[in-house]
């Protein structure tokens, strides 16, 4: 069945689910600065508002906006800056 998560004292939530060929979550955001870690190779979309990201070993920020995606390595973290809430797809593999 699905999993629900919950993170940064509950400022991030998500539900995740096992599809045929891949595990994704699906979430929200509220605002604020959150640093995220990876296990496994991560493609992160935005659905809905935007997304502030530097990568790990970036010094540039790109903003992602709803329909845009980026893809995070395994074994790697993330910082994520997020003026307004905003919603997410994170599939991962």
Excluded: H, P, R, W
């Excluded at 910082?79 to 997410?88: P, R």
């Amino acid at each position: 069945m699905f999993k629900t998560n919950e993170y940064f004292d509950g400022k991030v939530k998500s539900i995740a689910f096992q599809g045929k060929d891949k595990s994704a979550t699906v979430g929200v955001m509220a605002a604020g600065e959150y640093v995220f870690n990876t296990a496994e190779k991560e493609k992160m979309t935005v659905v809905s508002g935007s997304l502030g990201v530097q990568l790990k070993g970036e010094t540039e920020v790109i903003t992602y906006t709803a329909g845009q995606s980026f893809d995070v390595a395994e074994n790697s973290e993330f910082n994520v800056n997020v003026a307004a809430d905003c919603a997410y797809l994170c599939e991962y593999g």
